[in-house]
């Protein structure tokens, strides 16, 4: 049984679109990717699948718990965790205290590894803390007891690079124990990092779900040439190439094959050559690209 199964999954708040006909499944110990911009239905897809918001329509399920049961959705959220974007964290307690209070309600194995682990202050009150140390508590508080199932909104926001580098080791040795985890974020190297298949939603629906590898794949490669004498354009007039600049160094980019590349250089006297994968940001942006204005949507959340 899937970790994560949404069939028609769509929330309305009035007129306005929160989600719209969302269909997916993340399989048990799955790292799986959720990407869009801001307004794109992330968070409100997370808040239905914790049953904070009820669906206008469709279905859902968490660790086999129906999202519109109450009971086997309070029963399921023991072996859930959650850190949201902003934690809403009580100001006036210490981190410690807030441990104890997630204790009584869901468990706790192993707060004082974390805590260890990430540095986080337990001693002061909350409302001292800064971003990062209130992002530090939340991830103890989301993974203290042990969840199966670890869903996560911008989860490193706040960190600096290198607790977000320990964070991400932390998340592989949980994967490697069998959790499953649903990340939603808009840094799109922290979702290379970490997911094998990527879901990216636009305006509260799905534009693509596939894998991090297929969609690299179908980014194709970036092209730098440099050869002695100058490059005729129409030589590299074949399928797959796009973005085509030529001047001193040529650039394009290359989907699909190598063989028509070969093809076309044959007669130049190539004086260097790379190839490169193509950044995930520049993939994320092909599934956006222009708004009704004309004006390319900026990706953020």
């Given at each position: 049984?899937?970790a994560?199964?949404?069939t028609?999954?769509t929330k309305y708040?009035?007129d306005?679109?929160?989600?719209?006909d969302?269909?997916?499944?993340v399989?048990?110990?799955?790292?799986?990717?959720?990407?869009?911009?801001?307004?794109?239905g992330?968070?409100?897809?997370?808040r239905?699948?914790?049953?904070?918001?009820?669906?206008?329509?469709?279905?859902?399920s968490?660790?086999?718990?129906?999202v519109?049961?109450?009971a086997?959705?309070r029963a399921a959220?023991?072996?859930i965790?959650?850190l949201?974007a902003?934690?809403?964290?009580?100001?006036?307690?210490?981190?410690?205290?807030l441990?104890r209070?997630?204790?009584?309600l869901?468990?706790d194995?192993?707060?004082?590894?974390?805590?260890a682990l990430?540095?986080?202050?337990?001693?002061?009150a909350?409302?001292?803390?800064?971003?990062?140390?209130?992002q530090k508590l939340?991830?103890v508080?989301?993974?203290m007891?042990?969840p199966?199932l670890?869903?996560?909104?911008?989860?490193?926001?706040?960190?600096?690079?290198?607790m977000q580098e320990?964070?991400?080791d932390?998340?592989?040795?949980?994967?490697?124990?069998?959790v499953t985890l649903f990340?939603?974020?808009h840094?799109?190297?922290?979702?290379r990092r970490?997911?094998?298949?990527?879901?990216?939603?636009?305006?509260?629906?799905f534009?693509t779900v596939?894998s991090?590898?297929?969609l690299?794949?179908?980014a194709?490669k970036?092209?730098?040439?440099?050869v002695?004498?100058e490059?005729d354009?129409?030589?590299?007039?074949f399928?797959?190439v796009?973005?085509?600049?030529?001047?001193t160094?040529?650039?394009?980019?290359?989907?699909?094959g190598?063989?028509?590349?070969v093809?076309?250089?044959d007669?130049?006297h190539v004086?260097?050559?790379e190839i490169?994968?193509?950044?995930l940001e520049?993939v994320?942006?092909?599934f956006?690209?222009?708004?009704?204005t004309g004006r390319?949507?900026?990706?953020v959340?």
């Amino acid at each position: 049984m899937p970790a994560i199964q949404a069939t028609g999954l769509t929330k309305y708040y009035g007129d306005v679109r929160g989600v719209e006909d969302l269909t997916f499944s993340v399989e048990e110990g799955e790292a799986f990717g959720y990407l869009g911009p801001n307004g794109a239905g992330k968070t409100t897809t997370i808040r239905t699948l914790l049953g904070f918001i009820a669906p206008t329509d469709g279905t859902a399920s968490v660790l086999g718990a129906d999202v519109r049961d109450a009971a086997a959705l309070r029963a399921a959220r023991k072996r859930i965790g959650y850190l949201p974007a902003e934690p809403g964290l009580d100001e006036s307690a210490t981190g410690r205290e807030l441990i104890r209070l997630h204790a009584g309600l869901k468990g706790d194995r192993r707060s004082d590894d974390l805590a260890a682990l990430f540095d986080a202050p337990l001693d002061r009150a909350v409302g001292d803390y800064s971003r990062g140390n209130r992002q530090k508590l939340a991830i103890v508080l989301a993974f203290m007891h042990e969840p199966d199932l670890v869903l996560m909104d911008e989860p490193t926001s706040g960190l600096d690079p290198l607790m977000q580098e320990r964070f991400y080791d932390f998340l592989d040795a949980e994967r490697e124990r069998g959790v499953t985890l649903f990340i939603s974020s808009h840094i799109l190297g922290e979702v290379r990092r970490v997911c094998e298949r990527v879901g990216i939603v636009r305006d509260g629906r799905f534009v693509t779900v596939e894998s991090v590898s297929d969609l690299l794949d179908r980014a194709g490669k970036h092209v730098s040439l440099r050869v002695k004498g100058e490059v005729d354009p129409d030589d590299f007039a074949f399928e797959g190439v796009h973005d085509l600049s030529v001047d001193t160094t040529t650039t394009f980019t290359l989907t699909g094959g190598y063989d028509d590349l070969v093809d076309a250089l044959d007669g130049y006297h190539v004086v260097d050559l790379e190839i490169e994968e193509a950044p995930l940001e520049e993939v994320f942006m092909r599934f956006y690209g222009e708004d009704d204005t004309g004006r390319v949507e900026e990706v953020v959340a």
